[in-house]
């Protein structure tokens, strides 16, 4: 079956622009995750939804990042202002329900110049 | 200290060698482990389910030491290809989220 998708794949944009991510989870999986990793780095936790519970924002690095899940299915991730600390590739994964093994999409390479 | 920790390498071993990577978690309430294989500039894809009794998939071997909350996998007869980083999780006894170890690096050479 399909797996995690993302997009854009790649994308660069200019410091102080706004960028929204996307992510197709696996269709029945409940609980969405949006990470974020540096070059050579692990991953950072960013974001949770599970179901129709609120989300679990306590990874969220500042109030410049936001995120949605429509419809218990597709998400967003919002980062207004970008700046070139917030490069790195965001990673979106999605599971089964909470506590699952986690499937992850390939990932949105974003670069700020 | 970190709820998940993992020696970060590099491991650097030929061909053919048989390579152990340990994992250690803080947590005692941790219900359950897994194993992750993340390539370079690449998503990280499940690897493999730790169980309590220990498993075997192939070449490699997960256990799990409650008692000392550690879990490991061992790699038989490394091949070029199992070059990668290799992350422990573990899902939070508390929170039920998942913890990524910041991973391993193995290096196969020729």
């Known amino acids: 079956g399909a797996g995690v998708s993302q997009s854009p794949s790649n994308k660069v944009t200019e410091k102080g622009k706004d960028v929204e991510l996307r992510c197709d989870p696996i269709s029945g999986h409940t609980a969405l995750y949006w990470y974020r990793q540096s070059l050579g780095q692990g991953l950072e936790f960013l974001i949770y939804?599970?179901?129709?519970?609120?989300?679990?924002k306590s990874g969220l690095p500042s109030d410049r990042f936001s995120a949605e899940r429509t419809g218990g299915s597709v998400s967003t991730l919002t980062i207004q202002r970008t700046q070139q600390e917030d490069s790195a590739v965001y990673l979106c994964?999605?599971?089964?329900?909470?506590?699952?093994?986690?499937?992850f999409g390939p990932g949105t390479r974003l670069t700020v110049t | 200290r970190k709820e998940v920790e993992q020696d970060p390498g590099p491991f650097n071993v030929p061909e053919g060698a048989t390579v152990a990577f340990n994992c250690t978690y803080s947590n005692s309430a941790s219900q359950s482990f897994f194993w992750y294989r993340q390539d370079c500039r690449k998503e990280p894809k499940l690897l493999m389910s730790?169980?309590?009794s220990g498993n075997e998939d192939g070449r490699f071997t997960a256990q799990l030491n409650r008692a000392s909350q550690y879990i490991s996998l061992l790699i038989r007869d490394s091949k070029l290809s199992d070059s990668a980083t290799y992350l422990c999780?573990?899902?939070?006894?508390?929170?039920?989220?998942?913890?990524f170890g910041q991973g391993t690096t193995l290096q196969v050479k020729p």
């Open positions: 999780v573990v899902i939070s006894g508390n929170t039920g989220k998942l913890i």
């Open positions: 939804f599970q179901g129709n519970s609120a989300p679990d």
């Open positions: 730790v169980y309590s």
């Open positions: 994964a999605s599971s089964f329900t909470q506590g699952n093994e986690q499937y």
